[in-house]
């Protein structure tokens, strides 16, 4: 089974900084990796598709970057209503969810 | 508009059984892999098991197989999880969500999840 190793877990940032948030596959999985967004009482919204896609909808301050196991989610600036987890899931083999990165307020 | 809606959830004694449902809207459902994926209270998401568009391949989490069954009725637009054998560590909100080409373009659309409780 593949393993998805996100960090940090946790980080607190303020309004308008960069924000980076880092997952690692235990093999690799090509680009088959997602990043999503959860808010609390919420289903998740996918933010990222197949690495570096930004899924419609989704303000252009996200982004993806990576391929095979080292995949990269940045927030250039982040917005009030960033505050959130985040969870990176690969779909090479089966599916599999990171165990989420909580973006609180500093 | 394009809709997933969980039913079925309820407290259930451990080593009981549910049958949870994911009824789409909006969306050609025959043309889409579908997924159930849950999350404990407090924790993460875990994906639980996905069915092909036409229910020709399915696959399971490790923590779920031989008890979990997941089926699709394309003609009633329709996605379902048998739950059995359930153990307190089922207890969580379980979603639906619509994979796009088969999860190489995320899971893209999400029901609200429906909740399955565990306990004596």
């Known amino acids: 089974d593949i393993q998805m190793t996100q960090s940090p877990s946790s980080l607190s940032a303020s309004v308008g900084d960069r924000v980076t948030i880092t997952c690692r596959a235990s093999?690799?999985?090509?680009?088959?990796l997602n990043w999503y967004q959860q808010k609390p009482g919420e289903a998740p919204k996918l933010l990222i598709y197949?690495?570096?896609s930004l899924q419609s909808g989704v303000p252009s301050r996200f982004s993806g970057s990576g391929s095979g196991t080292d995949f990269t989610l940045t927030i250039s600036s982040l917005q009030p209503e960033d505050f959130a987890t985040y969870y990176c899931?690969?779909?090479?083999?089966?599916?599999?969810f990171g165990q989420g990165t909580k973006v609180e307020i500093k | 508009q394009v809709q997933l809606v969980e039913s079925g959830g309820g407290l259930v004694k451990p080593g009981g059984s549910l049958r949870l449902s994911c009824a789409a809207s909006?969306?050609?459902?025959?043309?889409?892999?579908m997924s159930w994926i849950r999350q404990a209270p407090g924790k993460g998401l875990e994906w639980v098991s996905y069915?092909?568009?036409?229910?020709?391949?399915?696959n399971y989490a490790d923590s779920v197989k031989g008890r979990f069954t997941i089926s699709r009725d394309n003609a009633k637009n329709s996605l379902y999880l048998q739950v059995n054998s359930l153990r307190a560590e089922d207890t969580a909100v379980y979603y639906c969500?619509?994979?796009?080409?088969?999860?190489?373009?995320?899971?893209?659309?999400w029901g609200q999840g429906t909740t399955v409780t565990v306990s004596s």
């Open positions: 969500a619509r994979e796009n080409s088969g999860s190489y373009y995320g899971m893209d659309v």
């Open positions: 909006g969306f050609i459902f025959s043309d889409y892999y």
């Open positions: 069915i092909s568009s036409s229910s020709g391949y399915t």
């Open positions: 093999q690799t999985i090509n680009n088959y």
């Open positions: 197949a690495a570096s």
């Open positions: 899931q690969q779909g090479f083999s089966a599916r599999t």
